[in-house]
C-alpha cells in the first residue's frame, strides 16, 4: 500500500472516526504525531501533501479550517497542524452499526449457533470433545465410589 493511502486509512481511522462517535465538530492532526504513529521517518513531505489533499479530505469527510505551525514558508514540517471540520459521513463510505448501549444488542445474538451446537450433540457435548476433559467430576466420583464397593467385596 502507497505511503498516501496509509496516512490516509491511519487518519481516518484514529482521528476523524472516533471524532464522529463522540460528535466532535473538529479535530486536530499533527504531521509529527501521524508521522510517528505509523513508525515513519523522512515522510514529513508525503504526511503533509497527503493531510492537505482534496482527496484526503473528500475520502474522509471532513474540510480543511486552517494550517498552524510549521516554518514562515508554510511548507511541511512535523510541528504543522491541520484543523479540520467534521462533515456528515462521507457518501461512499460503508455504513458502521451505531454502538447500543447497555448491550442490548447482544440479545439479537441468542441462540445463533443453535442449529450449529445441535448438529454436533449440544452445546455440553461440544465443549467436552473440544476441551477434551473426559468424564465429568460426578461421573469420576461415581466411579470411584463402585471401585471401593468392589474392593469391599
Known amino acids: 500500500m502507497k505511503p498516501t493511502e496509509l496516512t490516509k486509512k491511519h487518519v481516518i481511522s484514529a482521528y476523524v ?8 465538530n473538529t ?17 514529513t513531505p508525503s504526511v503533509f501533501s497527503t493531510l492537505k489533499s482534496r482527496d484526503f479530505q473528500k475520502e474522509a469527510g471532513v474540510e480543511l479550517i486552517e494550517k498552524t505551525g510549521g ?8 510541528t504543522v ?23 442490548a444488542g447482544l440479545e ?12 454436533l450433540g449440544g452445546g455440553e457435548a461440544y465443549l467436552k470433545a473440544e476441551r477434551n476433559w473426559g468424564p465429568d467430576v460426578w461421573e469420576r466420583y461415581e466411579n470411584e465410589e463402585r471401585a471401593r464397593k468392589e474392593i469391599r467385596k
Request: hydrophobic content about 35%; overall charge positive; charged content about 25%.
Open 108 to 119: 439479537k445474538l441468542y441462540g445463533i449457533l443453535a442449529d450449529s451446537y445441535a448438529e
Open 71 to 78: 516554518p514562515a514558508s508554510g511548507g511541511p514540517s512535523t
Open 81 to 103: 497542524q491541520f484543523v479540520y471540520r467534521v462533515l456528515a459521513e462521507p457518501a461512499d463510505s460503508p455504513k458502521t452499526a451505531k454502538p447500543i448501549p447497555n448491550g
Open 27 to 43: 479535530i486536530r492532526v499533527k504531521v509529527g504525531s501521524v508521522q510517528k504513529a505509523l513508525g515513519w521517518t523522512n515522510r
Open 17 to 24: 472516526e472516533p471524532a464522529r462517535l463522540r460528535g466532535d
